[in-house]
Structure formats: structure tokens, C-alpha cells
């Protein structure tokens, strides 16, 4: 068959799956479907329950929702404590996040070193990996290519399907530490083979840690500033968790309940993370900040940016979907705990770098798409700006090209996937199966010879 006849069978293959695929939207009210496991209300459907992380946007007063200012938790500890507990202190935060998600608990001194010196121990990838699991199948998507990475180590561990607590801890750190070289290589190899440009590979410092480690290995140089490195671990430790019901996490646990091994949950849950509705919206919001800085031609002038917000909703500017990528969020209403911390600590890298004019353009946005929203949708819904809106603007003040957004957030968030598949090993106990009610017609057998072609 050639490709002129392939690609023709291939298109009414797909005319007939659209067809046959396209379900009564009226069904679902009718046999009251949870779609998307949301309830009518909003809410998610009560799935499981965790100790790991928790999100606060609502208190119920008299049987009422009452929106309030968002919270987030760490096995108990509220985020912007955490957050101000260690930047205030001058420390790094990423490692004692990981540690504290991982064991319940904060570390002391002692431990922590003792966690530090474990990752920088395993951080080096096993002998050959780099040549032949990355470089030698480069892909143009880093995602892709960290879920095949993730996949590929099953293949360099002795014991890989071990489902025992310790050999769950020693899979999930050694992830955790080379998530930061797996992403970085992965890119690199992009880089060179995709972009055809030059490629150098860095070995990870042991002196180094996580964020440091990522500037040190993406960089031609290997510098950074002390203030960059910072950030970008606030960052890391602002994605490390999200509670239960966010997509990939849910994913890290319905796998884990089969019983499967680490890098096949893992992989999974890098799979969920790459898609432009969860993880790879900061990319989607980047990229819409970037048209409208170039579309208004005044910064200052609320009317334009209103006016371009306006298109973007009546699906007339960006990519026609008619979504104001980073506003918005499926549980916070009147603000994203994590978008108040970022849009504190990115003040101070908008300084230093310069780039004042660009961080208070975000900030009119910010105010005005709501704005927006409201009157565009004729809506009294309540939103806000979401982690991912200010992500991109960090993350491009730290140079950081976008292909490696989504692995940036896939890097901080290793760490609460494992806390998750901990937990669904230890007090799970039972396959999440969810159901699904056919709404097809039955029909009775034909034989080859009574059936007419569909296309």
C-alpha cells in the first residue's frame, strides 16, 4: 500500500471511529456520570485519602460554599511557611521537601545532610545510559523522552518489580536525584540532533544540589547566580505536591494499585503531567504571554490588553481555544497559594535581571483577565491566576528554554508521586477500578458475508 492510499484508508478509518466514539451528551446527565470525576458542584469525587498533601479553596458555613484565599499543605505544614521557613533562612528547600513528603516529617540538620549526601550518591546515571537511552533516540519532546528514561532504568535495577517499602525508597530517591540529569541530557539531545546545534554534557557536581545541578547542566558554562539557583528551587518545591486528585497523581495511584513496578507508575504519571491541560500549561501560558507582548504595542495600556484578552476568549487570537491559559483552576477561587509565593519571590530575579517592565505586565494581566472573564462569559464564576501562569515568566528570566517547562514541574513533582505510591502500597490494599456504563446498542452476530463496508 502506498502512502497516498494509507493516508486515505487512515482519514476514513478516523471519520467512522469520530462517529461511532461520539456518545448523548444528555446520556451522562441521565445515568448521572461524575464527568471528569467532578461533582455538580465542582468538586472532586472522593476518591481516597491521603496524609501527603492537601488544597484548601472553600469553607462550608451552613451547608454553603464560601470561597477563600487558597492553602496548601505538606504533610500538615502549610506551603508558605515551609517556603519562607528555608528562603528567609538562606537554606535550599527542595531536599528537606522530598524528605519530609517522603517520611511525614521535617529533618533535622543531621538528616538532612545524611538525605543529601544519599541523592548526590545516586545521582550519576548507570554506565552507558546516557549514550544509549538518550542520545542515540533523541526525541522533540523532553517529556517523551523522560517517561522513556523513566522506563529504560527498570532495565539497569537488579530487583525492579519489588513492590517491599525499602526497595520502593531506594527506586524512588534514585529517581528523584537523576530526574534533574535525565531532563537536562534530554534536552541536550534535542538540542543537537532536532535543533542542529552544538552539544556539550555536563556531569552533575556533587558539591551541587537539585536546582543547582539543573542550571549547572543546561547552561554552556555552567554558571549561575546564587539568586537563580534559589528560585528555581523555590519552584521545584512549590511543584513537589499537590494532594490526591490532580491528574497524574491520581495516576501514580491507580497504577501503583495494581501492583506494577516504580518505573511503569512513574512513567505513567510523566505521561498525565505533558498534557497542555495539567502540567504543560505553563508552556501554553508562556507562549500566549509572548503573542500578547508582542500583539499590544503599549504595556501600560489596560485597554489593548483587555482587548486582546477578549480575543483570546472569543477564540480569535492564540490558538483559537478560547482559554486564557494560567487563569483559572479546578479547585482554587480566589487565589493559588503557589502564585502568591512565585509572584513574591520573582519580584526580586525581576530586579536583578532587569526585567521590571515584563513582571509588571503580568501583573496587569493578571488583575484584568478575570475582569474579562466575567464580562466575555457573562459569568460570576470566580478565578484566579494559577501556578502556571507565572512559571514561564521565572523560568525565562532563568534563561530556561521552554521545551523544559512541563520536565521542570515532572522534576519537582517526582517527589510527591513517590510519596503517593508509598502510601497507596501501605494502606491501599484494593485495584482502583472505577466504572463505565455502555450505552451502545446490543446487536446480533453477522456473518462476513451479511456485512456492508462503513466507508
Known amino acids: 500500500m502506498d502512502k497516498q492510499d494509507k493516508d486515505l484508508l487512515i482519514n476514513k478509518l478516523a471519520d467512522v471511529a469520530s462517529v461511532k466514539s461520539h456518545i448523548n451528551p444528555s446520556l451522562y446527565s441521565k445515568y448521572n456520570v461524575k464527568r471528569g470525576l467532578r461533582n455538580n458542584d465542582g468538586t472532586g469525587v472522593l476518591v481516597g485519602l491521603t496524609e501527603v498533601g492537601e488544597v484548601m479553596s472553600y469553607i462550608v458555613d451552613d451547608a454553603d460554599r464560601i470561597p477563600v484565599e487558597g492553602k496548601l499543605y505538606y504533610q500538615g ?35 538532612l545532610k545524611k538525605f543529601n549526601d544519599l541523592l548526590t550518591s545516586v545521582r550519576p546515571l548507570p554506565d552507558g545510559f546516557t549514550e544509549d537511552m538518550i542520545l542515540k533516540a533523541p526525541s522533540p519532546d523532553v517529556m517523551n523522552k523522560l517517561a522513556r528514561s523513566v522506563l529504560a532504568m527498570y532495565s539497569y535495577d537488579d530487583n525492579p518489580d519489588a513492590t517491599d517499602i525499602p526497595n520502593v525508597i531506594r527506586q524512588c530517591t534514585e529517581l528523584i536525584a537523576r530526574f534533574p540529569v535525565l531532563i537536562s ?5 534535542r538540542r543537537h540532533y532536532i535543533e542542529k546545534r552544538g552539544l556539550f554534557i555536563h556531569n552533575p557536581k556533587p558539591e551541587y544540589n537539585t536546582a543547582q545541578n539543573i542550571l549547572h547542566l543546561i547552561r554552556p558554562d555552567g554558571k549561575f547566580t546564587d539568586l537563580e539557583a534559589r528560585i528555581l528551587d523555590l519552584m521545584l518545591v512549590l511543584h513537589a505536591e ?22 511503569s507508575v512513574i512513567a505513567s504519571a510523566v505521561g498525565s503531567l505533558k498534557g497542555p491541560q495539567h502540567g ?24 489593548q490588553i483587555k482587548a486582546y484578552l477578549t480575543k483570546i476568549l472569543k477564540k480569535e487570537a492564540f490558538d483559537h481555544s478560547g482559554l486564557i491559559y494560567g487563569i483559572g483552576h479546578a479547585v482554587y477561587t480566589l487565589s493559588d497559594p503557589r502564585t502568591v509565593t512565585i509572584r513574591k519571590y520573582a519580584e526580586l530575579l525581576a530586579r536583578e535581571k532587569g526585567n521590571m517592565a515584563l513582571y509588571d505586565l503580568y501583573l496587569r494581566v493578571e488583575r484584568l483577565a478575570p475582569e474579562v472573564f466575567h464580562e466575555v462569559k457573562n459569568s460570576d464564576k470566580i478565578v484566579c491566576a494559577n501556578v502556571d501562569f507565572f512559571a514561564g515568566l521565572v523560568y525565562s528570566m532563568l534563561d530556561i528554554p521552554s521545551e523544559l517547562y512541563t520536565p521542570l514541574f515532572a522534576c519537582g513533582r517526582i517527589a510527591g508521586w513517590s510519596a503517593h505510591r508509598i502510601e497507596e502500597i501501605v494502606s491501599g490494599g484494593r485495584i482502583i477500578r472505577p466504572a463505565f456504563k455502555c450505552v451502545n446498542k446490543r446487536r446480533p452476530y453477522q456473518s462476513l458475508e451479511e456485512r456492508q463496508d462503513i466507508f
Open 77 to 111: 505544614y502549610d506551603v508558605t511557611e515551609l517556603v519562607d521557613g528555608f528562603f528567609l533562612n538562606g537554606r535550599y528547600g527542595y531536599e528537606e521537601t522530598a524528605f519530609l513528603l517522603l517520611t511525614g516529617d521535617l529533618p533535622t540538620e543531621k538528616e
Open 185 to 189: 541530557y534530554g534536552y541536550m539531545a
Open 242 to 263: 499537590h494532594g490526591g486528585g490532580n491528574n497524574s497523581t491520581f495516576v501514580t495511584h491507580a497504577v501503583s494499585s495494581t501492583g506494577s513496578d516504580t518505573y
Open 280 to 303: 504543560g500549561a505553563s508552556g501554553k501560558a508562556y507562549a500566549m504571554m509572548k503573542e500578547l507582548r508582542d500583539t499590544v504595542t503599549d504595556w501600560e495600556d489596560e485597554d
